[in-house]
């Protein structure tokens, strides 16, 4: 059982940053491949990164390959996505999650978290 909890959206300019937080619960955190989603209203939600548990392989939708960076320290059960030249289209509620397969859609994802808040200004 892994347990997800995000942090750090809030409120940014278009061209700004913001370094969003996935802290996870369970000993088996280290063997799950962690992927950040999001939705945005009336979408659905789309993959944003994915890092492979076991070499830390990043993997990104293009439409943010450049300029996000997902990270991962196992040795404090968290993972990152680091968001620069922010713009109004990045506006959703992201999500972190975990799963034991390699994968982009949602479905293969195993657990999640609650979501956390970006909005961007233009």
């Known amino acids: 059982q892994v347990q997800l909890v995000e942090s750090g959206g809030g409120l940014v300019q278009a061209g700004g940053s913001l370094r969003l937080s996935c802290a996870a619960s369970?000993?088996?955190?280290?063997?799950?491949?962690m992927g950040w989603f999001r939705q945005a209203p009336g979408k659905e939600r789309e993959f944003v990164a994915a890092?492979?548990?076991?070499?830390?392989?990043?993997y990104y939708a293009d439409s943010v390959k450049g300029r996000f960076t997902i990270s991962r320290d196992n040795a404090k059960n968290t993972v990152y996505l680091q968001m620069n030249s922010l713009n109004p289209e990045d506006t959703a509620i992201y999500y972190c999650?975990?799963?034991?397969?390699?994968?982009?859609?949602?479905?293969?994802?195993?657990?999640w978290g609650q979501g956390t808040q970006v909005t961007v200004s233009s």
């Open positions: 890092i492979r548990w076991s070499d830390g392989t990043p």
């Open positions: 369970g000993r088996t955190f280290s063997t799950y491949n």
């Open positions: 999650a975990a799963s034991k397969r390699w994968a982009v859609t949602p479905s293969a994802y195993d657990y």
